[in-house]
């Protein structure tokens, strides 16, 4: 099992956590009320868990998760600084979830948990600002596109 926040008590496990503050959002208006959660992903499921209720999703080619990207916390993004909050996850047509990404090293966390969103067959569209990433990684290059297809068997870019 592998989670996006918990603590020692999943490390027995082989757990790595990362604290995700999700917020919820609707559609149409910027979240007006904050709730903290977290977003666990285990082998087979994504389970998003926020005042105490549970939401189960499937990790299979039928889920469709929509990620926007605006990178963590200091991230220099052209000419300011990227807050690490202005990150939403979305699965399956579902409600909106804003999250952080505080470090670095949680922005690998999430590139590694993407990637094995791929190799499971999920499917994923990944955004920032400036337009579609793959891997969270912007500006790929015509052969590393077409590296990926061939290694996770999909069309990027949703």
């Known amino acids: 099992m592998v989670a996006l926040g918990l603590g020692p008590q999943l490390a027995a496990v082989g757990a790595f956590l990362l604290w995700v503050a999700v917020m919820a959002k609707t559609r149409s208006a910027w979240p007006t009320v904050v709730k903290a959660g977290q977003l666990l992903c285990f082998d087979e499921a994504l389970m ?30 052209a000419r300011t600084r990227a807050s690490g909050t202005d990150n939403f996850i979305q699965i399956d047509d ?57 290694e996770f068997g999909v069309g990027l870019y949703g």
């Open 48 to 77: 998003l868990s926020i005042d105490k209720q549970q939401i189960h999703y499937p990790l299979d080619s039928a889920t469709v998760v929509l990620l926007t990207y605006q990178g963590f916390k200091g991230e220099y993004l």
């Open 94 to 150: 579902g409600q909106a979830y804003q999250f952080a990404v505080l470090t670095e090293q949680a922005q690998q966390q999430l590139r590694t948990e993407l990637y094995r969103w791929y190799l499971r067959k999920v499917k994923v569209k990944e955004y920032r600002q400036d337009g579609p990433t793959f891997l969270l990684h912007r500006d790929l290059s015509y052969e590393e596109i077409q590296g990926y297809k061939r």
